[in-house]
């Protein structure tokens, strides 16, 4: 008799120190909704700083993404001037690289704006709520700087905002279907 599957099927088949890092991140962020703007705007630049890598060496180096961006002030990071850019840049504990550096700090900038104008970037995305897959990467498109399809797919999945972060025989399925009012409602196809 097979044993029954608890797990989606990429963490059933992890092990070791990378299957630490992924259950950790699994069981307890994927999927599950963020209220902070701060985490939010966290999470959006973990994605984006993945670009081109693998979610591990993110899931790595989250700490010193959390140290280097000031445990992601909003308002810290949108002041950053030139300075902050070259300690970043100098930064082994996180990814260096100047358009993804750039774009956290000009990311942080609209943030401020989204929140003036609509109280919240929380706010903001659940204005905009449901959206297809295709009408949130547009409009993260024309927002956001170095964003595309894949990284506004990973975000929105993994804040809950659209549908794909878990498979249904997972058992962190069934946690997230009841603390998430996002995926009661269903996004347009």
């Known amino acids: 008799m097979e044993k029954p599957k608890t797990y989606c099927q990429a963490i059933a088949f992890m092990a070791g120190e990378t299957a630490m890092l992924h259950q950790e991140y699994h ?10 703007d701060e985490e939010l705007f966290c999470r959006l630049v973990l994605e984006i700083n993945q670009a081109g890598l693998s979610w591990t060496t993110i899931l790595k180096k989250q700490h010193s993404f959390r140290k280097a961006y000031h445990g992601f002030n909003i308002k810290k990071v949108a002041s950053y001037q030139e300075k902050d850019r070259l300690r970043l840049m100098n930064d082994e504990g996180i990814i260096r690289n100047r358009l993804k550096i750039n774009a956290a700090i000009e990311n942080a900038k609209t943030i401020l704006a989204i929140q003036k104008e609509h109280g919240s970037f929380k706010k ?8 297809s897959k295709d009408e949130w ?20 999945m993994s804040i809950g905002y659209l549908p794909g972060a878990h498979e249904e025989n997972c058992k962190v399925y069934k946690k997230i279907i009841k603390q998430q009012p996002a995926w009661n409602i269903k996004s347009k196809k």
């Open 124 to 131: 903001w995305i659940q204005h905009h709520h449901p959206l």
């Open 137 to 156: 990467t547009k409009l993260f498109k024309k927002t956001f700087k170095f964003v595309g399809g894949e990284i506004v797919n990973e975000f929105l």
């Open 27 to 36: 069981d307890l962020h994927y999927g599950f909704d963020i209220e902070s």
